[in-house]
C-alpha cells in the first residue's frame, strides 16, 4: 500500500504550513440557526409569596406537576397569570 519507510498518518511540523487562502468572492454560507419560542408553562395556583431583598415572588404550582415542585417565581415571570395571583391575594385576604 505505501512504500517501506512512510507514514499512514504524516505528522509536519507547523514551521512548514501556511495559512489557507480565503477567497473573498466566495465567502462561506451563513448558518442559520433554528430559532426556538420560549416554552410557556401553565399555573395552576399561586400558594404563597415573599419578599426577597427589594423583589417580591410567588410560589406557583405548575398544572400537571404535584405541589412539592412549586417554585418561586418573580412577577415578571408571571405576566398572564394575573387572575391566579388576584385569586391568591383575595385568598389569603378572607383567611
Do not use: Q
Amino acid at each position: 500500500m505505501f512504500p517501506a519507510g512512510v507514514r499512514k498518518y504524516p505528522v509536519v511540523h507547523v514551521s512548514y504550513m501556511k495559512a489557507y487562502p480565503v477567497s473573498p468572492e466566495d465567502p462561506p454560507p451563513r448558518v442559520l440557526l433554528p430559532r426556538f419560542e420560549e416554552a410557556e408553562w401553565e399555573v395552576d395556583k399561586v400558594v404563597d409569596m415573599r419578599g426577597k431583598g427589594r423583589t417580591l415572588e410567588y410560589r406557583v404550582v405548575w398544572k400537571g406537576y404535584s405541589e412539592t415542585e412549586a417554585t418561586w417565581e418573580p412577577p415578571e415571570n408571571l405576566k398572564n397569570v394575573k387572575d391566579a395571583i388576584k385569586a391568591f391575594k383575595e385568598l389569603r385576604r378572607l383567611r
